[in-house]
């Protein structure tokens, strides 16, 4: 049964099936998974075992990881959820949970570690941090990896008696939503091996097990307790691999520890896990194509690492290996998988090199990928990176303009932070998953300034599956619900010939041809781009729900698009999501579609494009305010290295993103302060000074002159 979904909710919804207890603490980007199984506890969803589970919150991960291992001792089937630094903190408990032989599985959003800085992104540097501890660890590459492989996680815990580790991408899987087909409940229940459950809970900790753990060794057996665990991790590649067998015969996929895609004579071969290689898949299709010998190896069980799995897939033509790793391990000689990767083929004449690829959720294209199968082709570069330039170490590698059509329309939205446009896409995307026989693929680019940041959600419609997990780079609709982003972002530079744009704005036809910056002008002139124009927050404070433009919008670009029954199957949506709200707020919102596309106008007349000599100079944080920071070389980074920044810097980031400001009415004032408490953006600033010209008396100092006053440009409404 096909489901839209995203990749927590779909890795959650199995590991609420074979778990008995999950003990959860929320962190960025795994906490929806958490929400998800505790929200299913509430609910008449039963897990494989035909009972509830029980979820406990609590203080941090480390409690969480406590409370896990706790649970498994005393004979229940634990799972938690986590990423970053709270995956650290379990890492004492994981050593335990590992020699203890527990089948716990802990799912991770992969997000980075904090170094010179803090990033909620995504990246491999916190698994592979635990890769130390004995759990064994499987990678999924998308939503539906997600799902599916994290079954096999469980199946396969239970029945090798050993701790998993499942991780995906944070945010770029995690978050990303897609239409999948779910494994049904019955099915996965059929491969359940009950006997080993009955034998774990068996040698676990009861009243009547007459047995202790966790006692004191010296130096005489502990040697030898640890390597009389080695059978467990032999034999689980193999109990990995019969479970990926399993779940192909339900799903029609062709899972396994190690999976090869590409030529069959290949001698050029990328080895890379995670969302990457859905990506690679793509370029290695498209040189094939051109007749060029390439080929990827996909890494699913990347510990306990399989030699005999990895050389079954391997061509034997191989003749030069890159290995991709998403991770950065200073003063190595080399990242975690590309190590693994030369101590597996130490003995084959095979040239291999490493590099680095998407650090923090970079955004990993098909033309650095392509870099990366030329570099191969040509002469060898190790260490190398891609999709940074590396001006002082000159360890990057050049970028070529190489451009893929993976058939599908794109639609990009640009958003603010609590507007709602990240909901609207992923009703636009469950609308047209469900309402068609379309897939559909939609990621969200969230700014950590969250409320107030720029969104941008990149959505993908066609009538195959869709499997490119990088941003929207030739959309044929573009939206900007912020007219004030077309002076400082990059909205329209790649928009397709004749495509769509639509502005929300309040400016009319006659005003718009004399406000649009130039460089946005020349595009829609050059490009035949259609422009369209809606004052959505006219019409959402009209019909009583100021500010929230997110259904005026969902049903213009579904017009666009051209999906059937637009304003019935939205009437539907809002009677869904707002059920909760009250018919004031259903009907408000049914009215504003309503005039929604009444007041669509279209902008028929050429745009006037006015030559200017722009010589702006500009620092790096105006690069990074203007969302250009990928732009920016490392020489640029290099006085910031250890994550020192000057202070001072707000004064560099005025959004001017309000069409409406605080307005004081002195008279009403009674000088107490609350409205610059509530303000989240330090918009609203209370001012006492002896200058008599401004403000009123101070009440109790009227030596004292009051004011407040506000900053316009800091305001984001």
Known sequence: MYKITDGNTACADVAYLFSEIASIYPITPSSPMATTVDVLSHTDKTNLFNDKVKVVEMQSEAGAAGTMHGALLAGSLATTFTAS??????IPNMYKIAGECLPAVIHVAARTIATHALSIFGDHS?????????FCMLASTNVEDANYLGAVAHLSAIKGSLPFLHFFDGFRTSHEVDKINEIEDKDLLKLVDYDKVNEFKERMLNVNSNVQKGMAENEDIYFQSVEARNSLYNEMPDIVNNYMQEINKLTGKDYKPFNYYGAKDATNVVVAMGSVCDTAKLVVSDLMGKGLKVGLIEVHLYRPFSVKYLLEVLPKTTKKIAVLDRTKEAGSMGEPLYLDICSALKNKDIKIVGGRYGLSSKNTTPAQIYSVYKMLAKELKDNFTIGIED?????????????????????????????????????IMKIVGEGTDNFVQSYNQYDSKKSGGVTICNLRISDKKINAPFYVTDPDIVVVTKEEYLFKFDMIDDIKEKGIFVINTIKGVDELNGYLPNKVKKIINDRHVRLYTIDAEKIATKVGIKGKISKIMEVIILNFINFPNVLEVVNHSIEKQFSTKGDEVINANKKAILEAMDNLVEVKTKLDVVEEKVNIKRNIFDEINARRGDELKVSDLMPFKDGTFPCGLAKNEKRKTSNMVPKWVSENCIQCGQCAIVCPHAVIRPIVSSDKNNGVPMIGKPEYNFEIVVSEADCTG
């Open 126 to 134: 916190d698994v592979y941090a635990t890769r130390a501890t004995g």
């Open 85 to 90: 630094q709270g995956l650290l903190l379990m």
């Open 391 to 427: 001006d002082v170490t000159n360890l990057s590698l050049p970028i070529y303009d190489y451009h893929l059509d993976i058939g599908a329309k794109g639609i990009k939205i640009f958003g603010f932070g609590s507007d709602g446009m990240v909901s609207t896409s992923k009703d």
